[in-house]
């Protein structure tokens, strides 16, 4: 089996590198090729997983390539964890969308879709070497926006499927909260990618009794601290909402905390200033416990359960992804993603039913796949007017004004990545 990892120089990559030795017998690799331009940064990294590899006895072998048709070639999986800009143009995300009083993030509001306008016809191009190349091959992408990003690939009808490590965290807190294994906690999730809510807590299974209600009454004010939510409002909607609805239950108040504090971009990139210098310790044989801080926990995880699930029928038989609605939330076209639970198989996965779906979620995730649709028609065709509709449409931004300003804003900060531009 041979898996290509593009974006391979990622300062993540370790923990990717961590699971896939960790977890052989799920996922039988034999070769791994991580692919990404940053030669410098690919050879580091490149030899740390060799060695992380070695000292768990993995047989595999690791190469590393600036080709992407060489990279990709024979591939039986391909996972994209790519940002385009780097850190640079993540700062920027995070930061110009403030001086409209709008939060600076960058999966979601105006931040997002300048990563989404820089990400999607990158992606693109990627997947039309990789359909070239091995048209059987499947696309994994961690690449965000992912809802977006996923949309893009499966409209172009590449075989893809969009990944997050937002359920699996919460799989694993509530496994600790409750004292049994993850394997035995089973989320009703259902959302699109980074507006999810967690509308049941199962255990052994899809129809195993649900202790969220126990759940939050024995442990409300843990889980409200990690969200930075009040415990009040999760008592009030009785489901656990993803950290980054935040950014819109308490909109305003997360905009004076980002001009306030440096941007999280800043804090990642002397994190990984830090990890580069640690990686490059020929001594060091395992992850490093700063990389933990890093973000994407438990990413290698889910990226073993999902490839394993896709190429050898070997992984979790449900697992939440990024795929096609095809009716499974009713109140959604057939062609947005959603991100809920899927039975994952050769293939593909097939979302399984969702209960009806509360208003007050379905709503939001109505109007956000409505900006969605008019993001991924601005990342393709380009022009100011589709970029002013996108941030229109948004709830985090709705007024004219502040979508005006931020269209000039957003143009302004992606000149170089915007070919139209």
């Not at 039975?343 to 996965?349: E, K, Q």
């Amino acid at each position: 089996m041979k898996l290509t990892v593009v974006g391979g120089g990622s300062t993540y990559t370790p923990e990717l590198i961590d699971g896939f030795a960790r977890l052989r017998d799920t996922l039988p690799i034999e070769e791994l090729v991580l692919m990404d331009p940053a030669t410098e940064r690919l050879e580091l990294i490149g030899a740390l997983a060799r060695r992380i590899f070695t000292r768990q006895g993995h047989p595999g072998t690791i190469t590393t390539t600036t080709n992407l048709d060489e990279a990709v070639a024979g591939a039986d999986a391909v996972l994209l964890q790519l940002r385009v800009g780097g850190q640079a143009a993540r700062e920027q995300d995070e930061t110009w969308p403030l001086d409209c009083g709008c939060v600076g993030q960058e999966t979601t509001g105006a931040g997002g879709l300048a990563k989404a306008l820089r990400t999607v016809p990158v992606v693109l191009d990627i997947a039309d070497h990789v359909r070239r190349a091995n048209p059987t091959a499947w696309i994994i992408d961690f690449t965000n926006p992912v809802g977006i990003v996923t949309r893009a690939l499966l409209q172009e009808g590449h075989k893809a499927v969009g990944l997050c490590n937002v359920a699996i965290g919460f799989q694993r807190k509530f496994a600790t909260l409750l004292g049994v294994t993850p394997s035995d906690v089973h989320l009703d999730h259902v959302g699109l990618n980074h507006l999810t809510w967690e509308t049941g807590v199962r255990l052994g299974g899809p129809e195993g009794e649900n202790v969220l209600p126990k759940l939050l009454t024995d442990h409300g004010d843990t889980i409200a601290a990690d969200l930075h939510l009040p415990r009040t409002l999760l008592d009030r909607l009785a489901v656990v909402p993803s950290y980054y609805l935040r950014y819109y239950y308490a909109h305003d108040e997360v905009v004076e905390e980002l001009r306030a504090t440096p941007s999280r971009a800043a804090q990642v990139a002397e994190m990984e200033r830090q990890l580069l210098e640690l990686y490059a310790d020929p001594a060091l044989d395992e992850k490093p416990a700063l990389l933990s801080r890093r973000g994407g926990a438990y990413y290698s995880e889910a990226a073993v359960d999902l490839a394993a699930a896709l190429l050898n029928g070997a992984g979790s038989p449900c697992q939440v992804v990024n795929t096609y609605n095809n009716g499974t939330l009713p109140f959604l076209p057939d062609d947005a993603v959603i991100e809920v639970q899927a039975a994952v198989g050769p293939s593909g996965p097939a979302p399984l039913p969702v209960p009806a779906v509360d208003p007050l979620y379905a709503g939001l995730m109505a109007n956000v796949t409505a900006y969605e649709d008019l993001a991924l028609d601005a990342a393709l065709r380009g022009g100011r007017d589709r970029v002013f509709r996108a941030l229109l449409a948004h709830p985090l931004i709705g007024q004219y004004a502040y979508a005006h300003t931020l269209t000039d804003q957003l143009i302004a900060h992606n000149q170089e990545h915007l070919a139209w531009a």
